[in-house]
Nanobody
């Protein structure tokens, strides 16, 4: 089975920075696209950033210029560097990865989420 574990969330002041990390582990053959989603209370989950296996990136308009997604394929890790944080960035951030397991199954996997709170 596959597990995704996020870390790096916390409380930060507006204008501050955080770096989120997500590590995939388990019976993994290949990891394709990886991404970060977020969900604020009472709102739908939204895509924040995505990165393909070829390191092509995409961002939600609301975070362009402030967030940077990257990956380390050797470590099965995706990072989200968040700068110039705003209160509206407050949400639970979830890691997502499209993974083929060692027995040939390919599916999307989700982490449990990490809380990011931006407040003064």
């Amino acid at each position: 089975q596959v597990q995704l574990v996020e870390s790096g969330g916390g409380l930060v002041q507006p204008g501050g920075s955080l770096r989120l990390s997500c590590v995939a582990s388990g019976s993994i053959r290949s990891i394709y696209a990886m991404g970060w989603y977020r969900q604020a209370p009472g709102k739908q989950r939204e895509l924040v950033a995505v990165i393909t296996s070829g390191s092509t990136t995409g961002y939600a308009d609301s975070v362009k210029g402030r967030f940077t997604i990257s990956r380390d394929n050797a470590k099965n890790t995706v990072l989200l560097q968040m700068n110039s944080l705003k209160p509206e960035d407050t949400a639970i951030y979830y890691c997502n990865a499209n993974i083929r397991t060692n027995i040939g199954l390919r599916d999307d996997y989700w982490g449990q989420g990490t809380q990011v709170t931006v407040s003064s």
